[in-house]
């Protein structure tokens, strides 16, 4: 060993997870099909196997396959203890939440998460006896008030789903760390590589796999990474109680992914910033929802923060109606529309997000009301110009009414 720290993003992303014990001669991780792991007679199988990571035991708890997704997605989250993986993103978060809440617990939800987490605090934790507040991210000063002595955890998001609102999240995880509660964050929009979760704070690190990791929109995936083995432990266990495992086969095309991301995600933050300057200054466009676009709500926390963005952005409509918004969505030809994102091709959608909100309001306070309803658009791998030209034609299908 020269002791030398492979300190680039792109380097990491070559490297990680490639132990020989996983790899052989070959250099990525074979495909371990296995549902059954052999013994060598009866003996072994009375003795049994420990049940720690990177044993053959029986295949619900992996094969080398996912142990080096595992591995490397730890060696990418600076002061990650060790990850597990999930069938898909909402399956991690659920398994996250499920994995350190109790019955009698109180939860405390940013009021700009994904709106399948919400759900999943109606329809799923409180069925369990676990209640959920939601707060307003930005109101640091009314934070503290949120919580009670039944609080044992906060689940941020940063930026906001839809609406791109940044949070100080070392400013939130100690408060939260203060009052006695485990901060968790989605952190599918930065990965990482463009915000190191357990250095700004947070306990636990949550991403749908499915977006940038994945990144050719053939795979569902999501990870739980842990600041340290007590949580990571209890994660674990509840995880293997849930029967949680994922195919080698996906493991391995997320791996194939992740060894790209970096490049990946560099070009589509260089587009998506490109595209956010241009929509700024369309008339018809009264907010662009960037935070890597300088002026933009949540910039300077962003540039605090952050080590890197992606390709996903919102804007809104300067008093439009909806079928405005369909009229500019439905002219696009090089733009998919559907769900997800972190693909290599774009997609865009219409989004009014006030259903999912209950803390704060949509519009935002200060804003004209009318200008409320928005295109989310995910930037792919495709020329700045050619997406550019594609918008163009958008805008001028929706003014022919
Ligand atoms: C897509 C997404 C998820 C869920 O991921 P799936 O793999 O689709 O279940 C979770 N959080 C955020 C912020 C997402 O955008």
């Known amino acids: 060993m020269s002791g030398r720290k492979a300190s680039g993003p792109g380097t990491q992303a070559v490297e990680a997870g490639r132990k ?36 053959f035991y029986y295949g619900r708890r992996g094969s080398p396959t996912q142990w080096a997704l595992c591995d490397a997605l730890t060696q990418l989250e600076p002061g990650a203890f060790g990850t597990l ?19 009698g617990d109180v939860l405390l939800i940013t009021d ?35 919580f009670c002595d039944r609080t044992r955890a906060v689940l941020l998001e940063s930026p906001g789903s839809l609406t791109m609102e940044i949070c100080d999240v070392p400013a939130l995880a100690a408060i939260a760390r203060k009052k006695g509660a485990l901060s968790l964050i989605d952190n599918t929009w930065a990965g990482p ?33 842990a600041k340290d083995e007590e949580i990571y432990t209890r994660l674990r266990q509840r995880a293997q109680l849930l029967g949680q495992v994922v195919s080698p086969d996906d493991a391995a095309l997320a791996l194939r992914g992740l060894r790209t991301m970096p490049l990946r995600l560099a070009r589509s933050s260089e587009t998506a910033l490109a595209i956010a300057e241009w929509l700024r200054d369309r008339p018809e466009v009264a907010h662009v929802l960037c935070p890597m676009l300088p002026g933009s709500p949540g910039h300077d926390l962003w540039k605090r923060d952050f080590t890197g963005g992606c390709g996903l952005l919102s804007f809104v409509l300067k008093g439009r109606r909806p079928d405005a918004v369909s009229r500019l969505i439905d002219g696009l030809e090089m733009f998919g529309i559907g769900f997800s994102w972190g ?55 929706m003014e022919r009414a």
């Open 20 to 55: 020989k014990e996983w790899t052989g001669p070959v250099v990525n991780p074979p495909v371990w099909r296995a549902s059954t792991h052999l013994y060598e007679d009866t003996a072994a199988l009375a003795k049994g196997r420990p049940n720690v990571d990177g044993n």
């Open 343 to 397: 693909g290599f091709e774009s997609l865009a959608i219409p989004f009014e997000p006030s259903r999912a909100r209950s803390a704060t309001s949509w519009p935002p306070e200060g804003w004209d009301r009318d200008d409320r309803f928005g295109v989310r658009l995910a930037i792919g791998l495709e020329d700045r110009d050619d997406l550019l030209h594609d918008l163009e034609q958008g805008f001028a299908a």
């Open 193 to 225: 590589l463009g915000f190191p979760a357990f250095e700004r704070g947070c306990d636990i690190s949550i991403m749908a796999l499915t977006k940038h990791v994945g990144g050719h929109s053939d795979l569902m995936m999501g990870s739980v990474a």
């Open 112 to 146: 700009n998460a994904y709106e399948p987490s919400r759900n999943m605090a109606e329809m799923l934790l409180k069925p369990f006896g676990i209640e959920t507040r939601y707060f307003d991210p930005r109101d640091l000063d009314a934070f503290p008030h949120a």
């Open 85 to 103: 993986l999930y069938p898909s993103g909402v399956a991690a978060i659920a398994g996250a939440l499920m994995g350190i809440l109790d019955a």
